[in-house]
């Protein structure tokens, strides 16, 4: 079993839709999650950082949290064709020692269509 | 504000060579984590340094290693290249402050192509 798994997708979702992308991991005791947007041939960067059960907004963007499921999710509203790029989950697992050692997940690609 | 800066972007060697990669941080950024992303494992962490110390190891072989500079720079090497480290390699730095919202601010990466 993979530490984070996501739906590799391609998740398409029309323009103006919201868009739903999840994600699991293993290690029970994981304390922070991290949602990255990574355009095709660019560098991940963070969209949003969640570590309380529940839900975070922040704009179009809700970031979702259930520690007793394992499940974080994100959910893009109004979601344009700019959205269209690989959201990756990550987390920090407690044996990290409190550091930047973050676990991602594989990738789900998202293409919002006109 | 200058971001994280790697050099070179692209380079190809043959197997067996031996490759060094370089790690600028963000001003004032004191962490600095190396990952390395191919289409099959995704982002895979390998080493993290802060403060000249290697506080944090993945899971990747000895070949494969790192330091930091007094000012924060980073360079990570890999010796005896095989063709599966075919991959971009991505660093990171952070300020490291301690708090739980450990953002992360990723370089464009520099793309290693063995033949």
């Known amino acids: 079993q993979k530490e984070v798994e996501q739906n590799s997708g391609p998740l398409s979702v029309p323009e103006g839709a919201i868009a739903s992308l999840n994600c699991t991991y293993s290690?029970?005791?994981?304390?922070?999650f991290f949602w990255y947007r990574q355009y095709s041939g660019k560098s991940p960067e963070l969209i949003m950082f969640?570590?309380?059960?529940g839900d975070k907004e922040d704009g179009r963007f809700t970031a979702q949290l259930n520690k007793a499921s394992q499940y974080v999710s994100l959910l893009i509203r109004d979601s344009q064709p700019s959205d269209s790029a690989t959201y990756l989950c990550?987390?920090?697992?407690?044996?990290?020692?409190?550091?930047?050692?973050?676990?991602f997940g594989a990738g789900t690609r998202l293409a919002v269509h006109p | 504000k200058a971001g994280v800066t790697q050099t070179p972007r692209y380079l190809i060697k043959t197997r067996g060579q031996q490759v060094t990669l370089s790690c600028s941080p963000i001003s004032g950024h004191r962490s600095v984590s190396w990952y390395q992303q191919t289409p099959g494992q995704g982002l895979q962490f390998l080493f993290e340094?802060?403060?000249?110390?290697?506080?944090n190891k993945g899971n990747f072989p000895g070949r494969f290693s790192g330091r930091q500079f007094s000012n924060s720079r980073s360079e990570m090497n890999v010796s005896t290249l095989e063709l599966g480290d075919s991959a971009l390699y991505l660093c990171?730095?952070?300020?490291?402050?301690?708090?739980?919202?450990?953002?992360?601010?990723f370089g464009e990466g520099s793309r290693l192509t063995v033949l």
């Open positions: 290690d029970r005791g994981s304390q922070s």
């Open positions: 340094y802060f403060s000249e110390t290697q506080r």
């Open positions: 990550a987390v920090l697992p407690i044996l990290s020692g409190g550091y930047n050692k973050l676990i």
């Open positions: 990171a730095s952070s300020l490291a402050k301690g708090t739980p919202d450990r953002e992360l601010f």
């Open positions: 969640i570590y309380s059960n």
